[in-house]
């Protein structure tokens, strides 16, 4: 990818008065202008014309142009202290070019040069992701190590909310285990810079949206992980946060416009997390904005996205990163915290700009009618009125609830299949991003109190369910950990040091071996397997201990076309076997005869007597035949 040059500046200072006793006028006090900054620090020849965000001093007074071919300066706006500055570009018909900003008074001028580039990739190249893959979420301080540089002053392994040291370099170093595990698409926690927030690893602070956090790498470094999982087929997915900031950012001492902000650090509302009030259409305006305008904590300032401004910000930022790093997706955090007209302009411009990109917003709720209501598709008639948000998928917190209390708290099985009846409300459920742990969620195995089983269970069901599956690293080997800090623990073996080495075959306790086997196992199943891909689900049988599903490219059954395989799942939960008896007639196994067990736990085998189908699964145990 070629390298997107930022901006350089000078200053081009007029003559002071020099006379004996000249008079000092008002303008003779004016600031010199001078730019320090640019967001966005560069961008693209026939990608949609910017708005320049311009910081330094003595901007208020200064008359703004663009030096360029057929670019042209549309209107500018400054703050009331002169150190903000927006400028709106006409680059429609623009080539690739560098540009020459001037700002000038009568104190001097400013120059700045700022590169209008040629774009490195078709816009069809970013490719989004599909229920065809499996993404795995990576806290980078984390996951592992790369580089052989000291460690920056103040990381400490031993502090649970400190820095301990992950990069890039090193998610880049381990892409072949990923590969091999079964993974198609890398999903990192945010990598924007969080720079003067302490214990801010996480990345959700942000105090400056267009660098890289320096604990992490360089701009460098993330266009080489991209270019690097490119090169294996596969996909990277980039965590945004345009509801908050951190308090660290300059945004918070000086705004760069009125309103920038939901409030100040000395006066400002708390977060609601009432989401049903987001739903209601009969809310009174003071409700739903409790939630999308509320501060998510004292460290992390609301973005008032009803600013025009700070909407244009962000949306320019999400494109920015995606063309930079060829970015195939954005996980979108803390996304019903934002206002549905936001999003609406948001994901226009983003699939506008590139067609293939998808989206996935986090909706912490185990509630379907609450997630299903984020979900883009369909305009729905809430507390702000009819408003299609264009998110391509919200994550299956409801699936991922419901299997944690079915395999780890000893509720029903009949509860995953309560959710799973609700699919009606999603506009396209086959694109929901499914899971059984993140970084903001206890380690599965550890509320499972260690069960292996049940961990097993879990990864089975959730790469045999309809929607695409996402890991959390680490519990392909079966970490452990409670609440935040203790469900973030560094991978071992991505760090020197290490006492063993979770990466590698030899390196793994038998533990660690038994669980990686089984979930690159059902990896590779699923994979191999287009129908647990894009294939229709029937749920056949459930109790509170079993549950019973068919996975296959249409409803017809065998009748119509024998030689088209049906996969059909059978999970037991209990600590004795269980005689399960199917329907056939009128389900997608109707007229099937031949059932061949195709997991590695397969179960006696089914007998098949006046249609009806009779199984026998053995304890805490998953069973896929094979149906013709």
């Known amino acids: 990818m070629k390298t997107l040059a930022g901006f350089l500046c000078t200053l081009l200072l007029a003559a002071l008065p020099n006379l004996a006793g000249a008079s000092t006028t008002r303008q003779d006090l004016i600031v010199k202008p001078r730019i320090d900054k640019i967001d966005p620090p560069g961008w693209w020849a026939k990608f949609p014309s910017p708005m320049l965000l311009v910081h330094g001093a003595g901007l208020r007074e200064a008359r703004f142009s663009i030096t360029g071919s057929k670019v042209r300066l549309e209107r500018s706006q400054t703050s009331e202290n002169g150190h903000w500055a927006f400028l709106w570009l006409d680059t429609k018909s623009a080539a690739a070019q560098t540009l020459t900003i001037t700002a000038a008074n009568n104190s001097g001028e400013a120059h700045c040069s700022y590169v209008l580039a040629a774009r490195s990739h ?28 000291p460690y920056p002053p103040g990381d400490d392994r031993a502090a649970p909310r400190g820095w301990h040291g992950g990069d890039l370099a090193g998610i880049q170093q381990h892409l072949d285990y990923l590969k091999q595990l079964g993974v198609t698409t890398i999903w990192t926690t945010p990598v924007a810079s969080n720079a003067g927030m302490s214990d801010s690893y996480h990345g959700y602070a942000s105090t400056d949206l267009y660098a890289i956090d320096p604990h992490l790498g360089t701009l460098a470094d993330y266009r080489r992980l991209s270019d690097a999982l490119h090169a294996r087929s596969m996909k990277l997915v980039i965590d945004l946060v345009p509801n908050h900031i951190g308090l660290k950012h300059p945004w918070i001492a000086d705004p760069p416009a009125p309103n920038w902000l939901h409030g100040t650090v000395q006066h400002h509302r708390a977060l609601a997390y009432e989401f049903y009030d987001l739903l209601d259409p009969h809310a009174p305006p003071a409700a739903w904005r409790a939630n999308t305008d509320g501060w998510f904590s004292s460290d992390m300032p609301d973005l008032n996205q009803e600013n025009p401004l700070v909407s244009r910000y ?112 999603y506009p396209h459920p086959e694109r929901l991003v499914t899971f059984i742990g993140n970084h903001d969620l206890p380690r599965f195995r550890t509320q499972a109190r260690s069960s292996v089983p049940m961990l097993k269970l879990g990864v089975g069901l959730l790469t045999t369910l309809r929607g695409m599956p996402e890991l959390y690293a680490g519990d392909e080997i079966g970490m452990t950990g409670g609440p935040d800090p203790d469900n973030r623990h560094d991978f071992p073996g991505g760090f020197p040091g290490d006492s063993h080495n979770a990466l590698t075959p030899a390196g793994r306790t038998p533990v660690e071996s038994e669980i990686f086997r089984w979930t690159s196992g059902m990896l590779a199943f699923r994979a191999a397997h287009p129908e647990l891909q894009t294939g229709i689900e029937q749920n056949l049988y459930s109790d509170p201990d079993a549950f019973a599903f068919v996975r296959a490219m249409d409803t017809a059954g065998c009748i119509a076309d024998r030689h088209t395989e049906r996969l059909l799942i059978v999970v037991n939960k209990a600590s004795q076997s269980k005689s399960l008896e199917l329907p056939v007639e009128d389900t997608a196994l109707a007229g099937c005869v031949q059932f061949d067990p195709a997991s590695a736990s397969p179960g006696a085998k089914p007998q098949l007597s006046n249609g009806k189908l009779r199984i026998e699964e053995s304890a805490e145990s998953m069973t896929v035949f094979s149906v013709k």
């Open 122 to 149: 078709d816009p069809h190249a970013h490719a989004g992701f599909s229920a065809k893959d499996v993404m795995y979420l990576i806290m980078p301080d984390r996951f592992a190590r790369g580089s052989s540089a």
């Open 314 to 425: 962000l949306i320019q930022n999400a494109l920015w990163w995606v063309e930079t790093a060829n970015l195939d997706g954005i996980r979108l955090d803390t996304f019903p915290y934002v206002s549905r007209a936001f999003w609406h302009d948001f994901h226009a411009a983003l699939h506008k700009a590139f067609p293939h990109l998808t989206t996935v917003g986090e909706v912490y709720h185990r509630d379907p009618e609450v997630t299903s209501f984020f979900a883009g598709g369909m305009a729905r008639a809430g507390a702000e009125g009819d408003i299609d948000t264009g998110l391509d998928t919200p994550f299956d917190y409801p699936l991922c609830f419901a299997l944690r209390d079915v395999l780890t708290q000893g509720k029903p099985m009949t509860d995953v299949t309560s959710i799973l009846r609700q699919d009606a409300l």
